[in-house]
């Protein structure tokens, strides 16, 4: 860890942006370092976008600074950051054609022309678009004009590279397969990249590490395993994995916390807060309801193909989850299941501010190994 400080890349402390009296971005900060992919996930209005923008110089803080190599550059315009960007709209000019589109920007900055031929040959050879230079835009494919959104990116040897949302025009099998490109071309050249999505599949797949923002705000910052392994709260749990965690609101009576009508408490001597309990729906077992602690009934199912989602809901109570189960099953909507999961798969949260309440485990009361619904 000694050397961190050297790889620091990028630094963004306390940026904060407003829109009158809409809060975009609250006291954003995070550290980026050399070569990593990074992506900025959350639901739309959250403030990732603008944060890009920022960070382009496309938008200015009102607060906070952003240092780029040690570099102050929070006042900077975005010709003077050196960096790439590569919009949701691939920005290409419709009436000049593939080739002139991967030029422009360095004829723009008044580059050296005696290079133009060879990175020019550089980049249609690495983005498959050497067949496609005397096309214009309106004769690609999604995914050709992506190829080339992408190769004015990479010809102007910025070694920051800003996406925002590049997927979200292309159908989902196109996007599979972009990704992976995506992902490959930037460690092929060792791309510091910040990527904006919505798709948590898409930042699931292709990130070192993921910024999830929540109405401005960072949620958590993590590693994509600990992400979905580690929620730090009911939102993150929720957006991470799909479906999303299933939460349960606890019953609390005095200090024993309560399932549905479970006779036994799900955790005991808990005075803390009021809980609500997590579980994913691949931690789900189905098993006979006679041998079950408690009883269910199944609302609706729905066939994906490798596995069945099945919602159910617990008795005499108004609780519904989700259960993720292999393969194809037919169950009767209305007939009784039991459920089951390990202790290990339980999350609980502070049912007041969604937080994660790591500390509540040792409360927790083993019922026959298993806790069974």
Not at 271 to 276: E, G, P, V
Not at 326 to 346: F, I, K, Y
Not at 361 to 370: K, S, T
Request: proline share 4%; charged share 20%.
């Amino acid at each position: 860890m000694s050397n961190y400080s050297s790889q620091r890349y990028l630094s963004l402390k306390n940026i904060s942006k407003s829109w009158g009296s809409k809060i975009a971005l609250n006291e954003i900060s995070f550290d980026v370092q050399e070569g990593d992919f990074v992506a900025l996930l959350g639901p739309s209005g959250c403030g990732k976008s603008t944060m890009l923008r920022t960070l382009a110089g496309l938008e200015f803080a009102d607060k906070g600074t952003i240092q780029l190599q040690q570099k102050d550059v929070t006042r900077l315009s975005p010709s003077q950051r050196r960096l790439s960007m590569v919009f949701q709209s691939y920005a290409l000019f419709p009436h000049l054609n593939v080739r002139e589109n991967l030029l422009f920007g360095l004829k723009a900055r008044g580059e050296d022309k005696s290079q133009f031929a060879a990175r020019l040959a550089e980049v249609a050879k690495l983005m498959e678009l050497e067949t496609l230079l005397d096309r214009l835009p309106s004769q690609l494919s999604g995914g050709q004009q992506q190829r080339v959104a992408l190769g004015r990116a990479v010809i102007a040897n910025n070694k920051l590279c800003l996406m925002d949302e590049p997927l979200s025009n292309l159908d989902a099998k196109l996007r599979q397969s972009m990704r992976r490109e995506i992902r490959a071309l930037q460690k092929k050249l060792g791309l510091t990249m910040i990527y904006v999505t919505h798709d948590q599949t898409e930042a699931m797949s292709m990130a070192d590490r993921i910024i999830l923002l929540n109405d401005g705000c960072i949620e958590q910052q993590d590693t994509p395993d600990n992400l979905y392994n580690n929620p730090a709260s009911i939102f993150t749990a929720q957006f991470i994995g799909a479906p999303p965690m299933n939460i349960l609101p606890l019953t609390r009576q005095d200090s024993h916390h309560y399932l549905g009508d479970m006779r036994t408490p799900i955790v005991q001597n808990y005075r803390a807060s009021t809980l609500s309990l997590g579980l994913r729906a691949e931690d789900i077992q189905l098993c006979s309801p006679e041998s079950a602690k408690l009883t269910g009934e199944v609302l609706s199912y729905e066939y994906m193909g490798s596995d069945t989602l099945v919602v159910c809901r617990l008795a005499q109570t108004s609780a519904t989850l989700t259960v993720k189960i292999p393969g194809m099953r037919h169950l009767g909507e209305g007939s009784p299941v039991g459920l089951e999961w390990t202790q290990a798969a339980q999350y609980f949260f502070s049912t007041a501010n969604g937080k994660r309440c790591h500390h509540v485990g040792e409360n927790v009361l083993a019922i026959d190994e298993r806790v069974a619904v």
